[in-house]
């Protein structure tokens, strides 16, 4: 009897250790093989030229924007702009969206919706972790290939303001930087102030080539008192008025012979219905993208219903925009009505970079897969 009560606790225990393992798996899974960023990846596969004419298929295509503003909103929800509330507060991104030069897209972000994997997302086109919440509040450097580190070794000179988790993830990075910390949820105002007050000396440099904004008083709003607070509109009009801002100076500056600018206005993640997040319901996990630029054909028919994304689509279609190589282990597609402005042959190039690219992440990532299978 002693002999079968041992057997019977040692498979107890034994089920128990593969339950805590099988938990671990699923909640920590291992991601996608990261290959280094020097590490060796084979050119993409030259496109047969026509006679007498060369091929240029193996060369990253050159940008398709002069300038890019990357306005993050932390906690923007999809409805905040899309919904009654956008109508609302935000009348002048609601005419972009609706009448204007714009893209826009329900972005999906995958759990955990914190801010610093969220960043980590749109970077580098991969799905971070939950181990990822772990490391929130005291980020380290980001090693893995990402479009900051290539826009930094093209050359391109960034400028950031906002969250200082940008700071710590890309140290060395930016050319100029103010951060601010998102431990004081109770301020809402001074924290997006001392964002905003650097906006006017900026927009009338030309010495920079991508300016990064991350805002933090809609989060702090939410974590106060919920995504119905009366505070919400106020600070939806607020950035409203800097979407304005930013998107007037943008225009003033292009000229007829020069590239377009780009505006790119984003959340990292939402908010629950009790303001919180880092969760799977809805309201945390679908945010605006939105695509702003005079390159863009105005529409006059009727609004088409919003596409949904994947949020990590935004790294490789960023990446194509500004000339950049993709990084490699993006799993993310190009957004094609950002591009579909080009000719028909110059959007086929860059479906075939991202093509080649994610053919180039699956075979690392799985021994048996064969080329041309």
Known sequence: MRLRSGVFASCCLLVQALGVGLFLRGFFPLPVRTLPRNGAISEPPPEPPPAGLSSNWTKIPPPLFKKAVIMLIDALRDDFVFGLKGKQFMPYTTQLIERGTSHSFIAEAKPPTVTMPRIKALTTGNIPGFIDVVMNLNSPALLEDNLIWQAKTAGKRMIFYGDDTWVRLFPKHFAEYDGTTSFFVSDYTEVDNNVTRHLDHVLKR??????????????????????????????????????????????????????????????????????????????????????????????NGPHKPTERVQQTDLAVTLAIGLGLPISRNSVGKLLLPVVQQRTMREQLRYLHLNGFQLSALLQENTPAYEKGK
């Open 206 to 299: 030309d010495d920079w080539d991508l300016l990064i904004l991350h805002y933090l008083g809609l989060d702090h709003i939410g974590h106060l008192s919920g995504p119905h607070s009366p505070l919400v509109g106020p600070k939806l009009s607020e950035m409203d008025n800097i979407i304005k801002k930013i998107h007037t100076s943008l225009l003033s500056k292009e000229g007829e012979v020069t590239l377009p600018r780009l505006l790119v206005v984003c959340g990292d993640h939402g908010m629950s219905e009790m303001g919180s997040h880092g969760g799977s319901s809805e309201g945390e996990v679908h945010t605006p993208l939105l695509f702003i630029s005079s390159a863009f054909d105005g529409r």
